[in-house]
């Protein structure tokens, strides 16, 4: 008995030595009668390896890692992004894995602040983190099933789902309960309730109050009545279980009345008020895909994720108003939809269709096909952003150039057979629609009517690489390469998207200005801060006013198009002055109509995504021009159309021909001839342009060569 102490533990390293050495030194008059012991190597190093290495384990297996728990406040959570029209309605809810949107607590129903306390933590404003009996509790029900069951407090089930894996292991456990302490010193109680009300899982992708209340009744958290706070609250415990879109619904209901009855043993309502709860008849939202005007809404999501990043849009939590009217939307929608099937018979399986402002760019509607969850035609496609041949649509460009260089709208020119010769590539000899000639006829009647021969022999004295910049500057992003056009250039021969179509229709609209597409007039981050709010941009002038009307009165001249198309065609809208244009490629492939009001502009397109050709359209009229039509109408019903003024600078004149136009100064025709009595009138005057234009062009042109050589008619 007389080693020195530290000996003694060294040497008595069974539990029971130590014991019977150390329990006298605390009370002397209980004496044991011990052997001294025998030094033992074994003994001596797993006693040190017990006090020293011991310790370090443990920190090791339950602390080294352990994530801190003021992350809760600083690492961001998972947020929903929410894409809505003009005016606030929804369209579609963007995220990766979980269905998130924050509330403040104060914005939760308090009913239902009750209920979840009541069936998840009753004490939770008694306790400091976990419960001593639910803890005992959970610890007997493991040893008897031999698994981890409940217990937690809704700090240690906030703890559970935001900083650690869900694995049921002792290790987690323990770690849940340091963290526990933890969180529960660093927040306040309010803080840590509002945290897990907005993280727990309530089923499927809905996470948090606020969605779990839109996904289940299609109202916010804040307008949640009794009998649903109740059935919400009794879902986190096990959504899947309790889901009343499960296999067993009843079991809701079953929870629903637990939820109850301890809302009522907590004193929280009456039996009465419970009993009316449970007897309500909840009416649930139906599950649903939900999304409308998808093809916008993914165009927009793009766009969101080119500029603030795919994580920022899927996890952010940003709020983005669009320019878009959902109610001009499902009325576009619904006309491309029944116009389409009542033409299937020509072998036509989609169409689509764009309404914008053109004063400020906002699109008002974006219908990318007849039916976006049509899967056998591709409806997923938008159409609106895809490489088409826009037919004679895009001949307007060619004739404001031409207007830009001398040409009026009473110049005349011969729509008469020609041939375009070009080393190494086949003879190009352009044909009308129709297949006819019609003489001299004048530059104004040529676009209104849409024939091809006059608007092959106008770009051929205008230039193509003239075209293709002019087209550029009105807003054609697909031009790029001028090495790829010739002459079919005027016919539709360079693909082009609807939304460039919109651009370049809607400069004509601004008299020359060009003024971009704006889909988007806000976006926030979660906070409520203002990322980006639309503004009108300058305007951009890249044609002359004056020029631009004149192609504008033109698309608004139903006499200019009766020759080709009657006079009481689709394209007319009564009681409206609407600019309005028709292309439809050779091969019927493509079928446009694009017409537009100084507020309102619609560009329709109808074929198949496959690029097969349609059976017969009669030049947009039999396609594109009975939805363009509707829809048009639909818009300017409230609103009428009252046109396009002049702008300044334009004299109106009466030709030779006893009608009067528009004439640019330094292009007025001169005084038509006197005709003497035995002399026969003379032929309209109006030929006014730089030189009298090219009926066959020299050997060699400047391209070297054609992309389309084979015939091309269209208008």
Not at 57 to 68: G, V
Not at 636 to 644: A, E, Q
Not at 696 to 714: C, E, G, S
Request: charged share 20%.
């Amino acid at each position: 008995m007389n080693e020195p102490a530290f000996v003694r533990i060294v040497y008595y390293s069974s539990l029971k030595d130590l014991l019977k050495w150390a329990y006298p030194l605390v009370h002397p008059s209980l004496q044991f009668h011990l052997r001294p012991p025998r030094f033992n190597l074994f003994r001596l190093f797993f006693t040190v390896f017990i006090s020293s290495f011991f310790p370090l384990f443990l920190y090791f297996y339950f602390l080294a890692d352990l994530p801190s728990p003021r992350s809760l406040a600083t690492i961001p959570v998972p947020l929903t992004t929410h894409i809505r029209d003009r005016n606030g309605v929804e369209l579609y809810k963007v995220y990766k894995d979980q269905n998130r949107t924050l509330v403040k607590l104060e914005n939760i129903p308090l009913q239902f602040r009750q209920a979840v306390l009541a069936i998840e933590d009753a004490n939770f404003y008694k306790h400091n983190g976990f419960s001593s009996s639910g803890t005992f509790r959970a610890a007997w029900r493991t040893l008897s099933n031999q698994s981890f069951e409940g217990g937690s407090t809704i700090t240690q089930q906030l703890v559970k789902t935001s900083l650690l894996t869900p694995e049921r292991t002792f290790r987690r456990k323990t770690r849940e309960l340091i963290l526990a302490l933890a969180v529960e010193t660093l927040y306040t109680k309010d803080q840590i309730l509002e945290m897990y009300l907005n993280r727990v899982s309530f089923g499927g992708t809905a996470f948090g109050v606020e969605e779990a209340a839109q996904t289940y009744f299609g109202k916010s958290a804040l307008d949640l009545d009794l009998a649903q706070s109740s059935l919400l609250a009794g879902l986190p415990a096990s959504p899947t279980t309790y889901s009343p879109f499960g296999a067993h619904p009843n079991l809701a209901k079953a929870r629903q009345k637990e939820v109850l009855r301890r809302l009522v043993e907590s004193g929280n309502i009456s039996w009465e008020q419970a009993e009316t709860a449970s007897a309500q008849d909840l009416q649930f939202s139906p599950p649903k895909t939900d999304i409308q005007a998808p093809h916008f809404v993914m165009y927009i999501r793009d766009l969101l994720a080119k500029k603030y990043g795919a994580t920022v849009v899927e996890q952010g939590g940003l709020d983005v108003t669009t320019s878009l009217d959902l109610s001009i939307q499902e009325t576009a929608q619904k006309i491309v939809a029944e116009e389409t099937a009542k033409i299937a018979y020509l072998h036509v399986t989609n169409g689509s269709a764009l309404v914008t402002n053109p004063a400020t760019g906002e699109i008002l509607a974006m219908v990318g096909s007849r039916d976006y969850f049509d899967a056998k035609n591709d409806g997923a496609v938008n159409v609106t952003v895809a490489l088409r041949q826009p037919g004679s649509s895009i001949k307007p460009v060619n004739y404001a150039l031409a207007f830009s260089r001398g040409f009026t709208p009473a110049s005349t020119i011969d729509d008469s057979p020609i041939t375009y010769r070009v080393p190494g590539s086949p003879p190009y000899s352009p044909v009308n629609y129709d297949g006819r000639y019609h003489g001299r006829v004048t530059l104004r009647t040529a676009l209104g009517s849409s024939y091809n021969i006059p608007a092959v022999k106008l770009l051929s004295a205008n230039g193509v690489n003239n075209m293709l910049d002019l087209g550029r500057k009105m807003g054609i992003s697909t031009w790029a390469d001028s090495s790829r056009f010739g002459l079919s250039l005027t016919l539709g021969g360079g693909e082009v998207t609807i939304l460039d179509m919109a651009v370049t229709y809607a400069t004509l609209a601004n008299y020359g200005n060009r003024v971009d597409l704006h889909p988007i007039l806000s976006v926030k981050n979660s906070k409520g801060r203002v990322l980006e709010e639309f503004k009108s941009a300058p305007p951009q002038p890249v044609l002359d006013p004056k020029i631009a009307f004149l192609v504008t009165d033109i698309l608004t001249d139903n006499s200019a198009r009766t020759p080709a198309f009657g006079p009481r065609s689709l394209l007319v809208i009564p009681n409206n002055t609407v600019a309005v244009k028709t292309g439809t490629t050779n091969n019927l492939r493509d079928n446009w109509t694009l017409g537009y009001t100084p507020d309102r502009l619609v560009a329709v397109w109808v074929g198949n995504n496959d690029n097969t050709p349609m059976s017969y359209v009669a030049s947009g009229v039999t396609g594109a021009s009975p939805i363009w039509n509707k829809i048009m109408s639909a818009l300017l019903k409230n609103s009428p159309s009252t046109g396009f003024p002049p702008p300044s600078g334009l004299a109106r004149l009466v030709t030779c021909s006893g009608r009067s136009d528009y004439f640019l100064s330094g292009t007025t025709p001169p005084p038509c001839p006197t005709a003497t009595p035995n002399e026969a009138p003379s032929l309209p005057r109006g030929e006014v342009g730089p030189t009298p234009i090219p009926q066959i062009l020299p050997a060699v042109y400047n391209k070297p060569k054609w992309p389309r050589p084979t015939r091309i008619k269209t208008r």
